[in-house]
Each structure stands twice: as structure tokens, then as C-alpha cells.
């Protein structure tokens, strides 16, 4: 014992590994047998020595077995020690290696298409307890690097909209980033389709491929470099080559390395994704055997067509999932949710409660979500007529497995005995939607009431806040007025534009929606644009030689006039309102474009003034000239 907690002192100081800690604990038990052993053979000596020469033997016997395990575990201690020795080591080199190439690094990020907001988040994973099958049978998939399914490379996992698809992935990506093997995540969104898009995807990965691994990050410098025309490149096949086949050659990390692509369907449009789909597929053959991609889809014919039945990927859809285990999970997801602040469940259910909404919900996670949603936020008085109402409402679902809900929740906000005070209410849910459908990125309430400050088309309407207020089981948003509004499933969006779905409330077009916003957003940024509008203590300076610029950014423009800068081009040509304010933005061009072009610069958005001004001038039937 005194030779073994000699070694141990002599560590004191040092930071113990979570292996150290193991054979600490079996030591510190050891001892304490040990001890146990010595107090009971001084207890009664009197005993002991009655009966010495019957005992001594198994005595002798025992404390040889108690050095034999003290020895034991000093070696372990001692292994453990060298083997994490080796490890720090190890990752001490490729620190090293990284310190080295931090100059060169530096240049990277600076490609102009990295989605910032694309990766997963982990208020999204799987309700603990949920879709244990499903996530071990894809775990088995990906850590499998050397077993039959050594030919596909690709988990593809379809399904229809709300049946958990984008909670398994982001579980997925949750799992494989704790065990530092998640490569990239990038997830698709049409609530944030100006970053969240097949354009952003191959740059995307490879950035965080080089952030993963420096042999990576050295062979994308060595293709890419200081060449800006291909770090700019849309093309989906210049950037697949360029930044992940001939880099991906290089690579030397070992065991899985995992990345996760979440709603393809939602990277645009049947026409934008063919090109994605090809490059895709043609990715395949270039990914060493070690790499392995969770993707998940609606399960679009193109999608289909293009993926499934390639020998590369193996598919699953969520309806080969058993339903006895989907109904569980939905029933355990449902008797979670329904509890009050302290966690105890609403005393005016009980288990065959949940059990009918479980059924109603026929394997959508998502009809459970909302459902959900709507008793918690209903008075503690009214929960019982909602959980009545939604498992008895007579809707029926048209395409849309998730129609039915949709139609009773808006409904029931604007139902009204009186007519016009409906068409009030119809058209309040609707400017309210209509905005954030055409929103490039998401906007919270805060930066919406600014823009209507900004407008002199509109003021803040107390009908908008009503109809914010009463849709937290559709958006986000609605509760904390900082975060942005977006709709909390994608199939909302799809809902809202598709006629034989929605009814009366059906977007047949956004163009109002756009004249909101370019009417805002013209207004603002001729407000916020001036000379020095960041106060720099001279104009000779470059950007790189401020101190503290992007605080000076943030204080000066606000999140909407940040928005206003950007996108003030893309609302004006797809408003109806081209003619009523060529003038105005003919003025604008003239004596503001330099300062538009400066905000462009602080705000490192230079890249979108080209896209911004063709679009105007086409709109606008040339008349600006622009480039001539």
C-alpha cells in the first residue's frame, strides 16, 4: 500500500484522466477492504491466537492476494498513464500543426459562402427515451466503417413531413459531435434559404472539414489558396471538386468521420436541385471508406429518383419504422409535454387521454407538437375542450398529412359571429404570415415594429401583436420579441401556399408582402446611410486598422437596418411598387450608393451588392446602367 500511494502523491498536482480516475476508485475500495480486513484481525486478538495455526494460512493467503491486487492496479495506474501520455502527446503535434498554419488559415473563412446558422442545434434532438431503435440502428450503421455496408457511404433516411426526420438527425449530429467524430452539420432551411442553401453546402462542410482536421484545412489551402474567383464560385461542381474531392484525397484521420445533411428537400426548388443531386451523387465515389453521411428527405420523386437504389446508399424510410414503437414514443412525448411548470401532469387527464391523442397523432411528431402547444397555452379551464376539439375535429387532411390541424388552429383564432371582425382577424394572421414567408432571414418582433416605424406606408398594428400572440404553437417568436419569427415545420410553409390545403388562408402571392418590406427598407437605409456613420476617427483607415470595429458596427446599425442593407434590392424588385418608387431609388442611387457600399464593406457583405444591382436594373428595364 505505501509503494502504491508513493506513485500516487507524486501526482498530486496533476490533472487525473477520466481512466486514472477508474482505477482510483478501485483503489480507494481496495483500501478500504483492507482496512476492514486489519481492523477485524486486531478486534478479538484473543481469537486469533486460540486459533493461530488454523488460521495463519488462509491469512498468509489472503494478504498475498491483497498485494497481488495492489500490484495490479499501480500497473494499471502506470499503463494508463503512458497511454495518455502518448495521446497528449499526439494531439500536441496537431496543435503544433495548426499554430503552424494559423497565417494561412486565416485566409478561409473568408469564403463568402458559409452558412452561419446552417448546423444542427441541440434544442432539437429526440425527447430522451425516444427513437432508441432508430438511433442505434443508425449509430451501428455509421460505426460499422469495416463491416458490410463498407460499399454505401450514405444513411438516407425519408419520410413524410412531421414524422421526426430532422429530430433524429439532429440527435445524431449531437452524439458524433461529443465524440469529436461530427465532421460537419449542415441543415437545410426555407426559413433561411438566403444562407441555408444548395450554394452554401460544399463550402460549408469544408470550412468545418478544415476546422475538423488540419491535414484537411493544408490540402484546401494548397487547392484553393488565394484564388478568390474559386473560393467565390457557384458552381455546384467547380466547388465539389475544389473544395472536398481533390482536398478529401489528402486526408488522414482515422475512424468514422460523420456528417449530417438534414432536409434536402428543402434546399430549393425541383429545378435548383438538380444540379445538387448530380453533385451529390457524383461526391459519392470521392469519400474515403472512413466517411459516412446521415441524409434526410422528404421523399421527393426527384430525391428518389436520384438517391434511392444507388449501391452507395442505404435508405430507410420512416414507415418501415415499427408503428408500435413510433406510437410509444409519441405517447411518451405527449405525457412529457402535457405537465405544468413544476413538472406534474394536468390533473384533468389521464393515461387513456394520452393514449387517445397518441393515436390521433397516426405517427406524426409533429400533429403531437401542436397539439400539445395549443391545450398548454388554452386556459387551465379550456384544456379539456381542446384535447375534445382536436381528437374529435372533422377536418380531413386533402394531401397534407398535418392539414387537418393546421385548419383547426387558424381557424379556431379567427372564428367570429360577426363577419367583418373574421375578416379583421383573416387579414391580421395574414400580414402577420405573409411577412414572415418572404422574410430573406428570420426577423424578430422587435426588428418588424421597426420597420414599420421606418415605413410611411404602415404603422405597428395592435392587430399584429394579437395574431403574434396567438400562434406560439405554429412559430417561434412569439414569447421572447428578440428572437426571430419562422415557422416551426417547414410543412406550415407549404400549407400556407398551397390553395387546396389552406382555403382562405392561402398565399396566392407574397407581393404585398414584399411592398411591406420595401417600403421599410428603403426608408431605413436612407436614414441610417451617411458619411462616417460608425464615427472613425479618420477616413484614411482601413477596416483592418480600426480598433474595435464590430463593436462600433453592432452599436451603430441594428439588427433590421443590418437586414434593410442587405436585402432592400431583393423585397424592391418582387414588390409591385417598381414604378412608384423608380424615382426614389433612382435619388438613392445617386447620392447614397457609396455609403451603401461602405455599410456593405463594415458589415462584410460586399459580395451581394453585384446580385442586388443586376436585379434592379433588369426590374427596372435597364435604366440604371448599371456596369457601363
Same mark, same amino acid.
Given at each position: 500500500?505505501?509503494?502504491?500511494?508513493?506513485?500516487?502523491?507524486?501526482?498530486?498536482?496533476?490533472?487525473?484522466?477520466? $481512466? @486514472?480516475?477508474?482505477?482510483?476508485?478501485?483503489?480507494?475500495?481496495?483500501?478500504?477492504?483492507?482496512?476492514?480486513?486489519?481492523?477485524?484481525?486486531?478486534?478479538?486478538?484473543?481469537?486469533?491466537?486460540?486459533?493461530?495455526?488454523?488460521?495463519?494460512?488462509?491469512?498468509?493467503?489472503?494478504?498475498?492476494?491483497?498485494?497481488?491486487?495492489?500490484?495490479?492496479?499501480?500497473?494499471?495506474?502506470?499503463?494508463?498513464?503512458?497511454?495518455?501520455?502518448?495521446?497528449?502527446?499526439?494531439?500536441?503535434?496537431?496543435?503544433?500543426?495548426?499554430?503552424?498554419?494559423?497565417?494561412?488559415?486565416?485566409?478561409?473563412?473568408?469564403?463568402?459562402?458559409?452558412?452561419?446558422?446552417?448546423?444542427?442545434?441541440?434544442?432539437?434532438?429526440?425527447?430522451?427515451?425516444?427513437?432508441?431503435?432508430?438511433?442505434?440502428?443508425?449509430?451501428?450503421?455509421?460505426?460499422?466503417?469495416?463491416?458490410?455496408?463498407?460499399?454505401?457511404?450514405?444513411?438516407?433516411?425519408?419520410?413524410?413531413?412531421?414524422?421526426?426526420?430532422?429530430?433524429?438527425?439532429?440527435?445524431?449530429?449531437?452524439?458524433? =459531435?461529443?465524440?469529436?467524430?461530427?465532421?460537419?452539420?449542415?441543415?437545410?432551411?426555407?426559413?433561411?434559404?438566403?444562407?441555408?442553401?444548395?450554394?452554401?453546402?460544399?463550402?460549408?462542410?469544408?470550412? =468545418?472539414?478544415?476546422?475538423?482536421?488540419?491535414?484537411?484545412?493544408?490540402?484546401?489551402?494548397?487547392?484553393?489558396?488565394?484564388?478568390?474567383?474559386?473560393? +467565390?464560385?457557384? =458552381?455546384?461542381?467547380? @466547388?465539389?471538386?475544389?473544395?472536398?474531392?481533390?482536398?478529401?484525397?489528402?486526408?488522414?484521420?482515422?475512424?468514422?468521420?460523420?456528417?449530417?445533411?438534414?432536409?434536402?428537400?428543402?434546399?430549393?426548388?425541383?429545378?435548383?436541385?438538380?444540379?445538387?443531386?448530380?453533385?451529390?451523387?457524383?461526391?459519392?465515389?470521392?469519400?474515403?471508406?472512413?466517411?459516412?453521411?446521415?441524409?434526410?428527405?422528404?421523399?421527393?420523386?426527384?430525391?428518389?429518383?436520384?438517391?434511392?437504389?444507388?449501391?452507395?446508399?442505404?435508405?430507410?424510410?420512416?414507415?418501415?419504422?415499427?408503428?408500435?414503437?413510433?406510437?410509444?414514443?409519441?405517447?411518451?412525448?405527449?405525457?412529457?409535454?402535457?405537465?405544468?411548470?413544476?413538472?406534474?401532469?394536468?390533473?384533468?387527464?389521464?393515461?387513456?387521454?394520452?393514449?387517445?391523442? $397518441?393515436?390521433?397523432?397516426?405517427?406524426?411528431?409533429?400533429?403531437?407538437?401542436? $397539439?400539445?402547444?395549443?391545450?398548454?397555452?388554452?386556459?387551465?379551464?379550456?384544456?379539456?375542450?381542446?384535447?375534445?376539439?382536436?381528437?374529435?375535429?372533422?377536418?380531413?387532411?386533402?394531401? +397534407?398529412?398535418?392539414?387537418?390541424?393546421?385548419?383547426?388552429?387558424?381557424?379556431?383564432?379567427?372564428?367570429?359571429?360577426?363577419?367583418?371582425?373574421?375578416?379583421?382577424?383573416?387579414?391580421?394572421?395574414?400580414?402577420?404570415?405573409?411577412?414572415?414567408?418572404?422574410?430573406?432571414?428570420?426577423?424578430?418582433? =422587435?426588428?418588424?415594429?421597426?420597420?414599420?416605424?421606418?415605413?410611411?406606408?404602415?404603422?405597428?398594428?395592435?392587430?399584429?401583436?394579437?395574431?403574434?400572440?396567438?400562434?406560439?404553437?405554429?412559430?417561434?417568436?412569439?414569447?421572447?420579441?428578440?428572437?426571430?419569427?419562422?415557422?416551426?415545420?417547414?410543412?406550415?410553409?407549404?400549407?400556407?401556399?398551397? &390553395?387546396?390545403?389552406?382555403?382562405?388562408?392561402?398565399?396566392?402571392?407574397?407581393?404585398?408582402?414584399? &411592398?411591406?418590406?420595401?417600403?421599410?427598407?428603403?426608408?431605413?437605409?436612407?436614414?441610417?446611410?451617411?458619411?462616417?456613420?460608425?464615427?472613425?476617427?479618420?477616413?484614411?483607415?482601413?477596416?483592418?486598422?480600426?480598433? +474595435?470595429?464590430?463593436?462600433?458596427?453592432?452599436?451603430?446599425?441594428?439588427?433590421?437596418?443590418?437586414?434593410?442593407?442587405?436585402?432592400? +434590392?431583393?423585397?424592391?424588385?418582387?414588390?409591385?411598387?417598381?414604378?412608384?418608387? &423608380?424615382?426614389?431609388?433612382?435619388?438613392?442611387?445617386?447620392?447614397?450608393?457609396?455609403?451603401?457600399?461602405?455599410?456593405?464593406?463594415?458589415?462584410?457583405?460586399?459580395?451581394?451588392?453585384?446580385?442586388?444591382?443586376?436585379?434592379?436594373?433588369?426590374?427596372?428595364?435597364?435604366?440604371?446602367?448599371?456596369?457601363?
Amino acid at each position: 500500500m505505501i509503494n502504491v500511494y508513493s506513485d500516487i502523491d507524486m501526482t498530486a498536482d496533476l490533472k487525473k484522466s477520466k $481512466a @486514472q480516475e477508474k482505477v482510483f476508485d478501485s483503489l480507494s475500495k481496495q483500501t478500504l477492504e483492507c482496512g476492514y480486513f486489519i481492523l477485524d484481525y486486531y478486534k478479538d486478538r484473543s481469537k486469533w491466537q486460540d486459533a493461530f495455526k488454523n488460521i495463519l494460512p488462509k491469512t498468509d493467503t489472503l494478504i498475498s492476494k491483497y498485494e497481488d491486487q495492489f500490484n495490479k492496479l499501480r500497473d494499471a495506474l502506470q499503463c494508463y498513464t503512458a497511454i495518455e501520455t502518448q495521446f497528449i502527446v499526439q494531439r500536441m503535434f496537431e496543435k503544433i500543426e495548426k499554430v503552424e498554419n494559423t497565417m494561412e488559415n486565416m485566409a478561409l473563412p473568408d469564403m463568402p459562402y458559409y452558412a452561419i446558422g446552417a448546423r444542427y442545434q441541440m434544442g432539437k434532438r429526440c425527447l430522451a427515451g425516444t427513437r432508441e431503435d432508430l438511433l442505434s440502428k443508425i449509430r451501428a450503421y455509421i460505426d460499422n466503417v469495416n463491416g458490410h455496408h463498407d460499399a454505401s457511404r450514405v444513411f438516407l433516411l425519408t419520410g413524410l413531413s412531421g414524422t421526426g426526420k430532422s429530430s433524429v438527425a439532429h440527435s445524431i449530429a449531437e452524439h458524433y =459531435d461529443t465524440l469529436n467524430r461530427l465532421g460537419s452539420s449542415f441543415c437545410f432551411n426555407k426559413n433561411k434559404l438566403a444562407t441555408c442553401n444548395a450554394e452554401h453546402l460544399f463550402s460549408t462542410i469544408a470550412l =468545418d472539414l478544415a476546422q475538423f482536421d488540419p491535414s484537411f484545412g493544408k490540402a484546401l489551402i494548397k487547392y484553393v489558396g488565394n484564388k478568390q474567383s474559386l473560393r +467565390g464560385a457557384q =458552381d455546384l461542381k467547380e @466547388q465539389l471538386k475544389n473544395f472536398i474531392c481533390l482536398p478529401i484525397q489528402e486526408l488522414t484521420f482515422v475512424g468514422p468521420i460523420v456528417i449530417v445533411i438534414d432536409a434536402l428537400d428543402e434546399s430549393g426548388s425541383v429545378n435548383s436541385r438538380a444540379q445538387l443531386l448530380e453533385s451529390f451523387t457524383a461526391m459519392l465515389s470521392h469519400l474515403p471508406s472512413n466517411f459516412r453521411i446521415l441524409l434526410t428527405s422528404r421523399p421527393e420523386n426527384d430525391i428518389v429518383k436520384a438517391l434511392v437504389g444507388n449501391q452507395r446508399i442505404h435508405h430507410l424510410n420512416m414507415s418501415d419504422v415499427s408503428k408500435e414503437s413510433t406510437n410509444n414514443d409519441i405517447l411518451t412525448y405527449i405525457q412529457s409535454e402535457l405537465r405544468d411548470a413544476k413538472g406534474i401532469p394536468y390533473p384533468v387527464f389521464q393515461n387513456q387521454h394520452y393514449d387517445i391523442l $397518441a393515436m390521433k397523432a397516426e405517427g406524426l411528431f409533429q400533429w403531437a407538437y401542436i $397539439a400539445c402547444s395549443v391545450i398548454r397555452e388554452s386556459t387551465p379551464g379550456g384544456m379539456f375542450g381542446e384535447f375534445t376539439s382536436l381528437t374529435s375535429n372533422t377536418f380531413k387532411p386533402n394531401k +397534407g398529412p398535418l392539414d387537418d390541424i393546421y385548419l383547426y388552429v387558424l381557424s379556431a383564432l379567427v372564428a367570429s359571429p360577426n363577419t367583418s371582425q373574421k375578416d379583421r382577424k383573416v387579414d391580421a394572421l395574414k400580414t402577420l404570415l405573409g411577412q414572415v414567408l418572404v422574410a430573406f432571414e428570420p426577423l424578430s418582433a =422587435d426588428s418588424l415594429k421597426e420597420m414599420y416605424n421606418m415605413s410611411p406606408k404602415s404603422a405597428w398594428m395592435d392587430d399584429f401583436d394579437w395574431a403574434l400572440s396567438k400562434l406560439g404553437a405554429l412559430l417561434t417568436g412569439v414569447i421572447d420579441r428578440s428572437e426571430p419569427i419562422q415557422f416551426i415545420h417547414t410543412s406550415f410553409r407549404d400549407f400556407l401556399t398551397n &390553395e387546396p390545403h389552406s382555403g382562405e388562408f392561402y398565399f396566392e402571392n407574397t407581393t404585398h408582402s414584399h &411592398e411591406l418590406f420595401a417600403w421599410g427598407t428603403l426608408h431605413t437605409i436612407s436614414k441610417v446611410l451617411k458619411f462616417n456613420m460608425c464615427d472613425f476617427p479618420s477616413s484614411y483607415c482601413a477596416n483592418s486598422d480600426v480598433s +474595435g470595429l464590430e463593436k462600433r458596427v453592432d452599436i451603430y446599425f441594428s439588427v433590421w437596418s443590418k437586414y434593410a442593407i442587405q436585402y432592400w +434590392g431583393h423585397h424592391f424588385v418582387e414588390s409591385s411598387l417598381i414604378a412608384e418608387l &423608380e424615382s426614389f431609388v433612382t435619388m438613392f442611387l445617386e447620392t447614397k450608393l457609396l455609403f451603401w457600399l461602405e455599410a456593405l464593406s463594415l458589415l462584410k457583405l460586399v459580395n451581394t451588392a453585384t446580385t442586388a444591382l443586376s436585379a434592379i436594373n433588369v426590374s427596372c428595364k435597364g435604366i440604371f446602367h448599371i456596369g457601363q
